[in-house]
């Protein structure tokens, strides 16, 4: 330890334990505290593991203690908020007002959404002088909305979650319902992380997500003891009583209230939920799911784990290699004419059933589509591209979950986003009433109601998500609209490639303002979760990852294809190919 020199104000969002487990406890006021003092103990104290804020609550005066709701809104700022004591100023005599300000980068809102938000944040404190056992105390009366902090804070306090519901819009209906959609929210890490959880999957999906999902939960479900904290016994088991807007369900929809309950809290220990016991409002039971037979009432993306991985060879033909890392890498073609080369491909995309691909033309002209099942002939194209530029023509296509196909069309003349249902049949044309630019490339979530959209604007790409609705059109043909794109990877200035990895996870190939091109993970909702970068690569050109985890993510880079085991360094496959995918 130093025993001379100066000493040196740290900001609280630069300490050394905000990316470790140590935890923060706040102090109250010391007696006769300066208005200073108050502002920044306050502040200090939304950095704390305190569950209902009651220390930062004591920075307050009662009047404003009452009125203040931590829970609103947590506004995230790159440095922490800025309280230099020059910018204070006297409204009247007894009373005090303090600027907040910083660099917005984050808002996460009242039903836990992260949502990224560039701005200039400039917030004031006021306080003035209230009684207490020593006399008139400092205390803040205009608090700022909700919590305020640095991100890296932020980022030691809060952890990501991803809540699970069902595709579809509510009212929708049981039958066909077993597709999960991730919605990812932020909670407090270490304030019962389990029973914020339920609480929050309780309360329904984000507003963004809403309108095409649905919960089994009946509307108004709630713990029947809001205040008592839920635990799992020696055995990984978990007991959740309800209230009684749950007492009549019948065991199907308990089941798959159950099965929500088991994948939201899959990873929220190190060990996993084994089973959940759903009982009614009197303590009697309504159902019990394991574990191993939530797959039997609710899909999991995760659980579907591909044979093959897949790319274009240097003979343009489709061909696939064990997904397995540890196999001996032999690249095949494919079964069917894609894997002939009789029609060069560019691109391809393979249905998440590995049965049927579709291939874009060397060219980047036409679509086709094949069977992997069979030698049958490739047929027409489905679709052509009328741009005059091969970089301008078809980008490659991607399967949803339910057997559809997604291209864009670059043409700058006509730029459009397409969709062939089964992968067959006239293309339908999506709305995207918002995107401002367009389309480069587009893939699919499993669940196929969001939408990973790479966006050129200018000369520079940027990654968007937007939410695919559905309605009636004309005839038998959907209406289909991609609706509230939000950005996924703003701190990067351009975007070159990306990939779903996950239920709410992308893995991203893009360059910071002034950086080289690195690779990372991204969450679907725009954050950014400490220590994922990944090791480097040269001249990355596509990349692919599975909705399985475990598997290797495959890339076409300078050394061509190569592919990433975890807990490895990259490793070449082969070194002429292009174009390599997942089934997906």
Known sequence: MPDSGNLKSVDTSQRPDSQSQVRVYAMPPREGARPVEIVQGFLEALT???????????YLSKKASRAWHPEQSTTVLADGPNTDAGNAGNDAEGSRRYALTGRQVARVDEQHAYRPEDAT???????????????????????????????????????PVNKYYFAGPAGAGVSGRTGLVADPVYIRQRI?????????????????????????????TALKDPDKSL???????????????????????CKEMAAQLLFTLQDLTPSGVEQVTL???????????????????????????????????????????????????????????????????????????????????????SLYTGSLLSD????????????????????????????????????????????LEQGKGDPVEIEIPALDGRVQEVRVSGDGVRIALLVKKGDKKSLWIGRAERSAGKGERPAISVLDPTPVAPQMEEVTAMSWAGGSR???????????????????????????????????????????????????????????????????????????????
């Open 121 to 159: 944040y400039s917030q004031s404190v006021h306080l003035s002088q209230e009684g207490g056992p020593g006399g008139n105390e400092w205390r803040i009366d205009k608090p700022p909305t909700g919590v305020v902090l640095g991100e890296s804070d932020f980022q030691r306090i809060y952890r």
């Open 192 to 220: 019962d992380p389990l029973t914020e959880t339920v609480r929050t999957l309780l309360e329904g999906p984000t507003n963004w997500l809403g309108l095409v999902v649905n919960s089994s939960f009946p509307s108004g």
């Open 279 to 365: 009982q009614r409002s009197n303590g009697s039971m309504l159902c019990v799911l394991s574990q191993d037979r939530a797959e039997t009432v609710a899909a999991h993306r995760s659980a579907d784990r591909p044979d093959y991985q897949y790319f274009i060879d240097e003979k343009h033909r489709l061909v696939r290699m064990s997904a397995n890392a540890g196999s001996a890498v032999d690249p095949e073609p494919v079964t069917g004419a894609l894997g002939t080369g009789d029609q060069p491909l560019r691109s391809a995309a393979v249905s998440r059933d590995e049965q049927r691909a579709a291939g874009v033309s060397l060219d980047g002209k």
């Open 231 to 253: 635990t799992l016994d020696d055995q990984n088991r978990l007991t959740v009583q309800l209230n009684s807007r749950s007492d009549d369900a019948g065991q199907t929809k």
């Open 376 to 419: 049958d002939p490739l047929g027409k194209a489905h679709l052509r591209s009328k741009a005059t530029s091969e970089e301008n023509r078809l980008s490659t296509p991607s399967w949803d979950g339910r057997g559809n196909l997604w291209v864009a069309d670059r043409d700058p003349k006509r730029p459009r986003l397409l969709w």
């Open 48 to 58: 704390s593991d305190d569950p209902k804020f009651a220390m930062a609550r004591k």
């Open 506 to 584: 992308l893995v991203v190939v893009g360059r910071e303002t002034g950086g080289v091109q690195q690779i990372r993970y991204v969450q679907s909702d725009g954050s950014v979760l400490p220590g994922t970068a990944l090791p480097g690569l040269t001249g990355v050109e596509k990349i692919a990852a599975s909705d399985d985890e475990r598997q290797p993510l495959v890339a076409h880079s300078d050394d061509g294809i190569v592919r990433l085991p975890t807990g490895s360094q990259w490793q070449t496959v082969v070194k002429e190919g292009m174009a390599p995918v997942y089934p997906g």
